[in-house]
């Protein structure tokens, strides 16, 4: 299969169904994204997929064929550059597992909110946990990157 991962183009041999992440890790090389549950629950695994966020470890490679992916390595526009400063900024990460997944996710927010509130930070966000409870600096960050977007 082709896949199209951060703008270049991949040859792959796998199964239909073999879930994204691995093929992004294992055969790709992009360790960045994370496996946690493997379930769809804990948000570790977050790509885009056309620029939707998406759990890597339960979407299927056949399902990204002829599609954008992007992965942490991958986020390069203004958008990401603002998240990136204020993850920064805020001191956010603590052990730093869950966080690339929370950096798409919040990016993948702000490019469809310019202005979130808090019921938008906290609904866009609420698929991805963090066991070091970074919560509230992750909260403090995307509002601190809407606003250095204005
Ligand atoms: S590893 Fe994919 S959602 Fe947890
Ligand atoms: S920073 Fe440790 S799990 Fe989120």
Redesign the pocket.
């Known amino acids: 299969m082709e896949l199209k991962v951060n703008g270049k183009t991949f040859n792959v041999d796998a199964d239909d169904d073999a879930p994204l992440l691995w093929i992004v890790r294992d055969e790709i090389g992009l360790t960045g994204t994370k496996f946690g549950c493997g379930k769809a629950l804990c948000g570790a695994c977050t790509v885009h997929v056309d620029g939707v966020p998406v759990r890597s470890c339960s979407y299927p490679i056949a399902a990204a064929v002829g599609k954008e992916i992007t992965t942490i390595e991958g986020l390069s526009d203004k958008t990401a550059i603002a998240v990136q400063k204020a993850w920064v900024d805020n001191h956010v990460?603590?052990?730093?597992?869950?966080?690339s997944g929370?950096i798409m996710s919040a990016v993948a927010l702000l490019r469809t909110n310019k202005k979130p509130k808090d019921s938008d930070i906290s609904g866009a966000m609420s698929g991805n946990?963090?066991?070091?409870g970074?919560y509230q600096r992750i909260s403090a960050a995307i509002k601190q990157a809407a606003e250095s977007l204005v």
Request: with cysteine; glycine share 8%; aromatic share 8%.
């Open positions: 990460p603590q052990c730093g597992y869950c966080q929370q946990i963090c066991r070091c970074t």
